[in-house]
């Protein structure tokens, strides 16, 4: 009886880090196939070159979700880098664009540069299920907007979209494991536990603020470091 319930214990481990897995891994492969797509339709070299390096970069994502889950190696392995967050953004407005405009979502960036600490992989993958879920949000047309900027020494990011919004009870469930308004569209409710995990290894914060039909604005604030390696002195 006991081993059975040890059994039961060790499967749903399991199960939840397949589900993990293949809800981190979704999105990455669903973007090289988008913007395999495009270099097919295309025969200017330069959009060539550019759709080449995106689906490229994101293989490289679905190699490193790969590996991080399925080696059990340890997150803290992976040395924070210093991030130009404005450019980690612009990279997750360009992973995200196909996505918006079959959405007939218009996705606006205004990005200052702002230098943040962290693991590369998991900044993206946060900013990635936040604009996805924004562009989901929104039923017809409407926008998306990433903001970054420098707030009394603090990085602050900012999406916000003209969506559905929430009420204080959907808020509140924000971040527990499958909980997931999307029935139709297969939600797992595991992108926002993956966001307040990366949020709370930067040592940052969280804030939501929402109106039912009328949108949602996800603001995040992180400790801000120095572009450059600073010069210490000894003694
Ligand atoms: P999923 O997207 O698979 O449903 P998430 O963990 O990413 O799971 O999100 C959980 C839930 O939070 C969503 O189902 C939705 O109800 C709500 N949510 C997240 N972001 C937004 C948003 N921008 N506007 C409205 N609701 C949102
Ligand atoms: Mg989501």
Redesign the pocket.
Known sequence: FRQALLLSEKMKVVSEIAASVS?EIRNPLTTTMGFLKLLSKTTDPQKQQYYVDIATEEIKRAQHIITNYLTFAKREDEAPVRLQAAEELGYVTAVMEPYAQMNQVELRSKLEPCWVEGSRHDFRQCFI??V???I??VPQTGFVEIRCLMQRGAVVISIE?N????DPE?IK???TPY????MAQE???????IVLNMVDLMKGRLDIC?TPGKG?K?TITLPACEPQPEIRQTG
Do not use: C, P, R, W
């Open positions: 809800h299920n936040l996805k879920n924004a989901e949000a979209d969506g559905v919004g929430m959907q469930h924000i971040g909980y997931s308004s999307k939600g797992t409710g595991l992108g926002m536990l929402s949602t996800f």
